[in-house]
């Protein structure tokens, strides 16, 4: 294996493999800044390409992509409050506001290095740690990914806690739309009203972009006159005090990455709503979070892009993709003869430690484009909104039909801008509702084929040591934020008597 390593990396290095990853990585950021250009889109656009490359240069390109893609989606999410991908939604909860307030470059730059610090940390599990850490992702049946679902939605809760009512509101939408489509376990169509364009359910991205874009866009272009934080951006210093304030965030962001990269079906949505989540129970200072708490954007861009590298783990060694870009990839090393698997690693050893080593060294190439982009990308605040909605629109348009080329999908999207709209209108929040729609039906699948294992006996939700740890953490989870008030209350009650 160590022999394997070293030639992987003695491959890597390689002019052509260098500036594969070099050019996949730009491309990643451009695609991860565009609403609806996703990185599984755009590298199962790129897999036929490859075909007359060498294997190496290939996954290299790829690699570049998926990091860079996942870092792009911050972009848009902190500078117009739009995700790039469904991942950065986290990120406009606190990298918005810093924009707002004239800190633009900082915000990118934390985003930067929290999303170039997940990555490298995860592709070192990659590299040193896959063959055995496979056999984690094993461990987790239908009852362990029904209570990681839930676990994910309790972080509601600490994302809403300002509004539990409206918060529910807006996760009963994401859970009804969860709905729609084929019953997972009978194949019975459910709420498509005859339209096969429905038959899938309703698209993430479509959500995504119809309930963050497109209300942006249309409040814009309400104000013709309005120029806003747009023209009052300014070119903020930024120290490496500033820059290292989070190391303890980025580190515990990435662990929480990882260890969901690891979980096939999971994903970095599901990682970033819950390192944001324990970065605001963690914290000193919790109810600066949602107001531009540098932490906020940290945790979010860190555990994000560290389940980008442990996501491919079970992929290389077990041939189970951890998310989606991980099953575009193994259709990447398909196409080059390659079949994913504990015996790639001896057949393919070089190929393979080598693909390792382009998802560790595009993590520094994406810190380097990055750094010294992020000041062309903060002028995107300069643009005058007269002509920002209308290129925000036209980008929706065009990622969305490019999903499926499908203009329902179109009209869908337009459709939740004006539920978005009167969401933003009536202040209740936008993100449990994706949330929802994306570990809803997730629950209630596992959930499901549990019951069906156990023979609908409830015990079998706790009959392994995972599932306790879970329930045990969704408990804390709840319990904590009250208890902590009661806490806080008291000290301050006993303080009071002791002064007076």
């Given at each position: 294996m160590f022999e394997d390593i070293l030639s992987g990396l003695s491959?890597?290095?390689?002019?052509?493999?260098?500036?594969?990853?070099?050019?996949?990585?730009?491309?990643?950021?451009?695609?991860?800044?565009?609403?609806?250009?996703?990185?599984?889109?755009?590298?199962?656009?790129?897999?036929?390409?490859?075909?007359?490359?060498?294997?190496?240069?290939?996954l290299a390109a790829m690699a570049g992509i998926y990091n860079g893609a996942m870092y792009g989606g911050a972009i848009p999410a902190i500078l117009m409050n739009i995700p790039g991908t469904p991942a950065g939604i986290v990120t406009t909860f606190d990298g918005y506001p810093m924009a707002q307030q004239g800190k633009a470059s900082l915000a990118l730059r934390l985003a930067l290095l929290g999303s170039t610090v997940g990555a490298f940390l995860s592709a070192v599990v990659l590299l040193t740690l896959a063959p055995p850490l496979a056999w984690v992702a094993l461990?987790?049946?239908?009852?362990?990914?029904?209570?990681?679902?839930?676990?994910?939605?309790?972080?509601?809760?600490?994302?809403?806690?300002?509004?539990v009512i409206?918060?529910?509101?807006?996760?009963?939408?994401?859970?009804?739309?969860?709905?729609?489509?084929?019953?997972?376990?009978?194949?019975?169509?459910?709420?498509?009203?005859?339209?096969?364009?429905?038959?899938?359910?309703?698209?993430?991205?479509?959500?995504?972009?119809?309930?963050?874009?497109?209300?942006?866009?249309?409040?814009?272009?309400?104000?013709?006159?309005?120029?806003?934080?747009?023209?009052?951006?300014?070119?903020?210093?930024?120290?490496?005090r500033d820059l290292f304030s989070s190391w303890k965030v980025a580190l515990k962001s990435s662990c929480i990455g990882i260890?969901?990269?690891?979980?096939?079906?999971?994903?970095?949505?599901?990682?970033?709503?819950?390192?944001?989540?324990?970065?605001?129970?963690?914290?000193?200072?919790?109810?600066?979070?949602?107001?531009?708490?540098?932490?906020?954007?940290?945790?979010?861009e860190t555990a994000n892009n560290a389940d980008n590298a442990s996501s491919l783990v079970p992929s290389l060694a077990l041939g189970i993709p951890g998310n989606s870009v991980a099953a575009v990839m193994l259709g990447g090393f398909l196409i080059h003869g390659m079949r994913p698997g504990p015996g790639l690693f001896t057949s393919e050893g070089t190929v393979v430690f080598g693909f390792m080593w382009a998802m560790l060294l595009t993590a520094l190439i994406m810190l380097v484009v990055g750094w010294y982009g992020s000041r062309l990308f903060a002028l995107v605040l300069r643009i005058p909104s007269v002509l920002m909605a209308p290129v925000i629109i036209v980008f929706c348009v065009l990622g969305t039909y490019s999903l499926r080329s499908n203009l329902f999908d179109v009209a869908l999207m337009f459709s939740f801008g004006l539920v978005g709209l009167l969401m933003i209108?009536?202040?209740?929040?936008?993100?449990?509702?994706?949330?929802?729609?994306?570990?809803?039906?997730?629950?209630?699948?596992?959930?499901?084929?549990?019951?069906?294992?156990?023979?609908?006996?409830?015990?079998?939700?706790?009959s392994s040591p995972i599932a306790l740890t879970l329930v045990t953490l969704i408990v804390l989870v709840v319990t904590g934020p009250p208890l902590r008030r009661r806490w806080s209350r008291w000290r301050r009650d006993k303080a009071a008597s002791v002064s007076g």
């Open positions: 491959a890597v290095i390689h002019p052509s493999v260098i500036m594969a990853m070099v050019i996949g990585t730009v491309i990643g950021i451009v695609v991860g800044a565009l609403p609806g250009f996703t990185a599984t889109m755009s590298i199962a656009l790129l897999i036929p390409l490859t075909f007359e490359w060498s294997a190496l240069v290939g461990a987790f049946g239908p009852v362990e990914y029904f209570w990681l679902a839930v676990f994910g939605m309790t972080t509601l809760a600490a994302l809403c806690s300002n509004s409206k918060g529910t509101i807006s996760a009963l939408l994401g859970l009804s739309l969860g709905t729609v489509g084929i019953d997972s376990i009978t194949g019975v169509h459910r709420f498509t009203m005859g339209n096969t364009a429905l038959i899938d359910g309703v698209p993430i991205v479509v959500l995504l972009i119809g309930l963050y874009a497109i209300p942006q866009a249309l409040l814009i272009a309400s104000q013709p006159g309005f120029t806003g934080h747009y023209t009052e951006w300014k070119q903020t210093a930024v120290s490496l260890i969901v990269g690891l979980m096939p079906g999971a994903g970095g949505n599901i990682a970033s709503f819950i390192s944001y989540s324990e970065a605001k129970r963690s914290s000193r200072h919790p109810d600066r979070f949602g107001k531009g708490e540098p932490d906020g954007v940290v945790a979010s209108r009536a202040e209740i929040p936008l993100a449990p509702a994706v949330l929802a729609l994306i570990l809803g039906p997730m629950a209630e699948s596992e959930l499901r084929r549990a019951m069906l294992i156990g023979r609908n006996d409830v015990t079998i939700l706790f």
